[in-house]
């Protein structure tokens, strides 16, 4: 029973690892005995990454640069973890980028830019630490969708279709990889505060509306993900592939409408 949870012994992959949403995961796994390889665009801040994880992990993180973008990388990347550990047990595809502006301003670059980042980037990892996993007939792999996996918010078109498709290659890896033994999952947080989003989130009106309408009544945090995502690694979700799980404070559960509390019809 206690192991029902544990993710102790697994070699993690986690993209995108060096801050926000990426870098609480990977130190959730790296706190409960896992041994985390995190990825950044540099090889600077995957190393500064892997050396701050250390802190509380059983064993020392590993940091690889790696473009997801990059088939070549992306190749070399799986490569050497292969050759280091021997397998990856779980992937979870976090690297992410966006440009807000609307959808007649949004350049050529600006598309490629999300969609080579945010989609093909995920297929690309998936493809390359999925060969592994079907050779050996287990695994887990989680990507990281968003609230534009429902539906989409404004100004936002490539970041939105980029996280449509990740629930598309959620769902097609998981009926393609399933008789093989590999999982496939997806979260899709909710408002969370990290670096890049906080200067957005500082609006006083902004605030305001995302906590109106989030049921638990605040906006949340990177490590608000780590138990779902332990969870989805872990043996206690063994029945569970081709799902996203939306970690969103309730905000996707139905609309707050400004009615009085009581009173009238």
Known sequence: MSDLFSV??????????TRGIGYAIAAGFAQRGACVVVTGRTAAAAEAAAVSLREGAMFPPLGIACDVADSGQVKRLAE???????RVDTLINVAGVNRRKPALDVTD????YILDTNLRGAFLLSREIGRGMVERGRGCQINIASLNTDRPLKNVAPYAISKAGIAHLTRS???????RGVRVNAIAPGFILTDLTKKLWSDETMQSWGTANTPLRRLGTPEDLVGTALFLASPASAFITGQ????????TAGWSWPIPESGGQ
Do not use: H, K, R
């Not at 890896?173 to 008789?179: C, N, P, T």
């Open 80 to 86: 050497s973890v292969t050759e280091t550990f021997g």
């Open 109 to 112: 670059d600006d598309y490629d």
């Open 244 to 251: 996203i799980l939306y970690v969103d404070g309730g905000f």
């Open 8 to 17: 102790a012994g697994q070699i993690v992959v986690v993209s995108g690892g």
């Open 173 to 179: 890896l998981a009926v393609e990889w399933g008789s």
